[in-house]
């Protein structure tokens, strides 16, 4: 008899965390592949759907996945643009399943009603809520609002957990609290992230109202709202480390005294199967290709930033940094 998911995913964090320590071959307990560029959306800070539209076809899939396995990845995120507007997300689901690998996907549940069977093998959903639906249309386009909280209750109902990611694009508190309401209310958690700048994933900048002290002051709010049990994804070390940041229209800076887990716990691989350390790092390190290289022998062991307040890159970051106080459970809340 196997061990149990959760096991199994916690053995692959501690096998990655002992070679992490002793700095020895890149061992990533967890991958984001990005099954597609395309999406349905044009959210105001995402450039991703004006990159390369190709993607792998299936078979390259399972070449891809058989890889990661070997290198020890457990936790698989599929992400894009919009998984569900690849059409055969079914299978690549299946085929992330059968190699077996704890499976997130992250949608923005616009196709939802026409896909509703993509779902069922999944382990983890993450979607997109930023806040009510005049503040969510804004960052993210007329019709994204449309029908993400209905599906959200559907799956919930479903039995699978929920987390909405969102984008703090505003030093206000109001939609903070819609979206920690709806989600009392719903069943589901939620994961803040800060508005990211300067890498190839993004565009836009933060608006110019916006200051370092009326942010901060967010976060500590978000923060004192987890530390008073409202269902916050995001960690309280998470939340601390956003809290102090100094200069939020700097997302990541290279500092030579800090080390980065990123290409060691932890990795990011885009449509044509060229991987990163992480996503954000695209269009600064060079890919390496996972059907063509070994990702052991070809990563340098240098990151191009080592410090970052980049949601998903931060939360990981801290279960290397911070082994200790993070629980394994904060295992199920990343992308």
């Known amino acids: 008899m196997g061990l149990p998911d959760h096991a199994r995913l916690g053995l692959a964090y501690g096998m990655s965390l002992l070679a992490w320590w002793t700095d020895s071959a890149p061992r990533p307990f967890a991958a984001s592949f990005a099954v597609t560029n395309r999406c349905n959306l044009r959210c105001s800070y995402c450039n991703t759907p004006f990159l390369d539209p190709r993607e792998l076809p299936l078979a390259d899939v399972?070449?891809?996945f058989d890889r990661l396995r070997g290198l020890g990845v457990r936790r698989l995120g599929l992400v894009g643009g919009e998984p569900l507007v690849r059409r055969?997300?079914?299978?690549?689901?299946?085929?992330?399943?059968?190699?077996?690998?704890?499976?997130?996907?992250n949608s923005n549940l616009l196709l939802y009603q026409r896909r509703r069977e993509v779902f069922d093998p999944v382990d983890l959903v993450f979607t997109s809520l930023d806040g009510g639906p005049e503040v969510h249309r804004r960052n993210r386009g007329e019709a994204s609002f449309d029908g993400v909280t209905g599906a959200v209750r559907?799956?919930?109902?479903?039995?699978?957990?929920?987390?909405?990611?969102?984008?703090?694009?505003?030093?206000?508190?109001?939609?903070?609290?819609?979206?920690l309401d709806e989600a009392e209310s719903a069943g589901f958690k939620v994961h803040f992230q800060p508005q990211c700048t300067d890498t190839e994933i993004v565009r836009g900048g933060l608006d110019d109202r916006l200051t370092d002290e009326g942010l901060r002051s967010l976060w500590t709010g978000i923060l004192r709202r987890k530390r008073e049990g409202r269902p916050i994804a995001s960690s309280t070390h998470y939340l601390e480390a956003q809290s102090r940041w100094s200069d939020f229209r700097?997302?990541?800076?290279?500092?030579?005294?800090?080390?980065?887990?990123?290409?060691?716990?932890?990795?990011?691989?885009?449509?044509?199967?060229?991987?990163?350390?992480?996503?954000?790092?695209?269009?600064?390190?060079?890919?390496?290709?996972?059907?063509?290289?070994?990702?052991?022998?070809?990563?340098?062991?240098?990151?191009?930033?080592?410090?970052?307040?980049?949601?998903?890159?931060?939360?990981?970051?801290?279960?290397?940094?911070?082994?200790?106080?993070?629980?394994?459970a904060a295992l199920d809340r990343l992308e």
């Open 62 to 64: 399972r070449t891809l």
């Open 88 to 105: 055969d997300i079914d299978a690549v689901v299946d085929c992330a399943k059968q190699a077996g690998f704890h499976v997130s996907l």
């Open 154 to 179: 559907d799956l919930v109902g479903r039995g699978k957990p929920v987390i909405a990611i969102a984008v703090v694009t505003s030093d206000a508190l109001e939609p903070v609290d819609f979206l």
């Open 250 to 328: 700097v997302s990541a800076w290279l500092d030579p005294e800090a080390r980065c887990a990123a290409g060691r716990g932890f990795l990011y691989v885009d449509p044509q199967g060229n991987a990163y350390p992480c996503a954000y790092t695209k269009g600064k390190a060079q890919p390496v290709s996972l059907l063509e290289e070994d990702w052991r022998s070809a990563f340098p062991g240098r990151t191009p930033c080592t410090r970052c307040n980049v949601g998903p890159m931060l939360e990981f970051n801290l279960l290397f940094q911070r082994p200790l106080s993070s629980s394994l």
